[in-house]
DNA sequence: TGCAAACTTGCACATAGTGTAAGAGTGTGA
DNA sequence: TCACACTCTTACACTATGTGCAAGTTTGCA
């Protein structure tokens, strides 16, 4: 904010020390949060052992995050921050199906969703999705909304909220289940072929909310099996 | 409400002397967290402040909720479980969207949404949905994706796990992006007019997951407006 | 160099959540 | 009606969470 230095967004780092320091502490958390998720296990481990890990205060910790959850779904955050990131890039005129499926596309890559994978796999044998994982996802639709708001902000009567919000959530949801199913075909396998089939489940979700899920048959399934 | 004496409990129901005071002190609990949330607001009250407002012990509130999040949730959970106790009612041949929206329609009455409705005003001033109102609608979720399997079971090549946890998933979403709409646009307000209005709401959501997201305009708005 | 702002840390404290064992209420068969 | 088993409630103790605060440390900048 007080910074005469120019904000360079699109260069390399943000120069400040300050930055640099703070974007450490934050890895060195979630490093430490995840490398104890693996070693314990999901619950077995407290925010003293993740402060400790990390070398840093257990104030310092609730500094950064809100609790041990919060951590960790820093990683789901990140991914979908991203997301969001590669959905704003498209073209304005672009229809939010396509825009949304060209954005994921961007994601199926190895080094992006290799994070998502191994919490996914870690976090499974757990009842259910955590609730700030939950919350990542709810927070993602919210930005899609918007983005979605903003484009057909200028088509002329089309102030219909209801189809704005169905739309967000709707991709959200079919973003989310194409995961879920590649999850449990694949498991933690990110092979070529296994971000291949993920790439065409995540197509396939997206033709299914463009086309309507009245289609007679379910399309002939995907072509990936 | 260690009442001996029990009062006519319509239906057919085992009224065992148990399962009725396990029934009232749960609707105690919830009944205080509600009052308590009208007079204080979201977030200023603790799990003792039920607990002493309902006559309870703080240990014994744990025995039924893990957290004032949860008591609160219970409203949901309540409601979301009715709207798939009603699916289950439709014939299992009937399309997945039509038995939604007959069931969705059932629940659009007064005495199923009125605690629903008043939890939403109460906690919309609030950042987000809370975690728990999350984990309900994900709970729903599940159910519907069963439900869903379920039907699709019995069609020949249809073992289509992406169809239906879009599907389910998306009929959530739609569901959520009806109601949103509604309370953003009247409020605490339970009059039939309201009432149908929330009704084309769910209509027209349902209709967009049968028909697509793709229709060039969005369909000429809901009528209900 | 020196000051101001930002960040970290230790401490104190209120609250959350759970294990345990004793006590009170409830169902059941003799 | 009683006695016994079962279930639910409660008090207590204890660990963990989350936050305010003030003092100490690092960083930015003139």
Redesign the interface.
């Known amino acids: 904010m007080t910074d005469p230095i120019a904000h360079t967004d699109a260069g390399p780092a943000a120069p400040t020390r300050r930055e640099l320091n703070k974007a450490a502490t934050r890895q060195a958390i979630t490093d430490a949060a995840l490398g104890l998720l693996r070693s314990k296990g999901p619950g077995n481990f407290t925010v003293e052992d993740i402060a400790d890990t990390a070398g840093i205060s257990r104030r310092t910790f609730f500094n950064y995050f809100s609790s041990t959850d919060a951590a960790l779904a820093s990683i789901v955050h990140g991914f979908l921050d991203n997301a969001i990131k590669q959905l704003r890039l498209r073209p304005v005129d672009e229809?939010?199906?396509e825009s949304a499926q060209a954005a994921l596309m961007a994601l199926a890559d190895p080094r992006a969703v290799a994070p998502l994978a191994e919490l996914f796999t870690l976090t499974q044998q757990s009842p259910?999705?955590s609730?700030?994982e939950?919350?990542a996802w709810?927070?993602c639709?919210?930005q899609v909304f918007t983005v979605a708001r903003e484009r057909?902000a200028g088509?002329p009567?089309?102030q219909?909220?209801?189809?704005i919000?169905?739309?967000?959530?709707?991709i959200?949801?079919?973003g989310?289940?194409?995961m879920?199913?590649w999850f449990?075909?694949r498991g933690p396998d990110l092979t070529p072929a296994s971000l291949a089939e993920l790439r065409q489940?995540l197509i396939?979700?997206m033709a299914?909310?463009?086309?309507?899920?009245?289609t007679p048959?379910?399309p002939s399934?995907?072509r990936s099996s």
Chains 1, 2 share one sequence.
């Not at 219909?160 to 189809?163: G, R, T």
């Not at 919000?165 to 709707?170: D, P, V, Y």
């Not at 299914?208 to 009245?214: D, M, R």
Request: aromatic share 4%; hydrophobic share 45%.
């Open positions: 229809p939010m199906l259910l999705m609730h700030t939950l919350e709810d927070h639709r919210a057909l088509t009567g089309a219909d909220e209801l189809y919000h169905a739309l967000a959530g709707s959200i949801s079919c989310k289940a194409a879920e199913v449990s075909r489940l396939d979700a299914l909310l463009a086309t309507g899920f009245n048959a379910p399934a995907t």
